[in-house]
């Protein structure tokens, strides 16, 4: 674990933060938004850590625009973004009404007071209990539900979900957070509270490096393998840089159980989400946050 690294990636992150909610309007496409924020990651010198998820009402997570996506911000939009140096990785999450609605501005302080509560109590003894119990007490006093099915996580070099879930419902569980890098991520929801696993959503991992029989699949893996290792990366990427043969390759390798591509993650009663997510650099006696 490199300290200097995972800093520098929570300040590039900052920023990126700053710039995407001064670009982020009513009736852009998705794809101008997603574009523009991963530029502005490699322009301060970092990489994305996952495609950019730009999810909108009812969906809660990986929903990131396809080369050809039409789809223009609209509704209670949530921006997740990630940023690594060398592999340390640097996590936050915020929400934006596009709607001008007071439910909606209501939903999105219930997730981003939730995560400032945790915040408060969060360090290398808080029980993983503790944590939850927070989280879901703050939403449910703003009469919305916590997502049971959604957490945030553990993460360690080129691992964003690392082994450690970080609930936001009460677990009872007496596990004490320790010390490394966590993500902490409230879901707030209008609905009952549950995710479900929707369409595709063309971000993938790689999960099992074998050799393929195809040459463009062989090829388009190898790049994986340089230039992503086990980050989660997308369709998008790939068109880009091999033309849309890239998807036959990708639906090849996915077949082959080399790649695991991830559903859209969306609300069982089709209740609006928020979300609010920072990364915690968690130490014996001292707690950073690296994505204020």
């Not at 496409?29 to 730009?54: D, R, S, T, V, W």
């Not at 949530?78 to 140096?85: E, Q, S, T």
């Not at 939903?107 to 509560?117: G, H, P, Q």
């Not at 890239?246 to 993650?265: F, V, W």
Request: proline share 4%; net charge neutral; charged share 25%.
């Amino acid at each position: 674990m490199s300290e200097q690294e995972i800093i520098q990636a929570g300040k590039i992150l900052s920023e990126v933060k700053v710039y995407a909610k001064k670009i982020i309007k009513k009736n852009i496409p998705l794809l101008e938004i997603a574009e523009k924020i991963e530029e502005k990651i490699i322009e301060l010198k970092g990489k994305p850590a996952f495609p950019i998820n730009l999810s909108i009402n009812e969906i809660a997570a990986h929903y990131t625009p396809t080369y050809d996506d039409k789809t223009l911000a609209h509704g209670l939009l949530k921006v997740d973004i990630g940023v690594h140096i060398n592999g340390e990785i640097a996590d936050s999450a915020f929400s934006m009404d596009l709607e001008n609605l007071e439910e909606n501005k209501k939903l999105i302080e219930a997730s981003e007071k939730a995560l400032e509560n945790t915040e408060k109590i969060i360090n290398s003894k808080t029980t993983l209990s503790e944590i939850g119990k927070t989280i879901s007490t703050t939403i449910n006093s703003y009469e919305f539900n916590p997502i049971v099915n959604l957490t945030g996580h553990s993460i360690t070099q080129y691992d964003l979900h690392a082994g450690i879930s970080i609930p936001n419902v009460d677990t009872k569980s007496n596990k004490k957070v320790g010390v490394g890098l966590f993500a902490v991520e409230p879901f707030a929801t209008t609905g009952e509270g549950k995710i479900y696993d929707g369409k595709p959503s063309g971000i993938y991992q790689l999960i099992n490096p074998k050799n393929t029989r195809s040459q463009i699949s062989r090829d388009i893996l190898d790049y994986i393998v340089e230039e992503y290792s086990t980050l989660p990366f997308c369709s998008r990427w790939l068109v880009k840089k091999f033309g849309t043969k890239a998807l036959l390759a990708l639906r090849q390798l996915e077949q082959e159980n080399i790649l695991h591509q991830y559903p859209q993650l969306v609300e069982i009663s089709k209740g609006i989400v928020s979300q609010a997510e920072n990364t915690f650099l968690i130490k014996k006696d001292k707690v950073i946050n690296t994505t204020k």
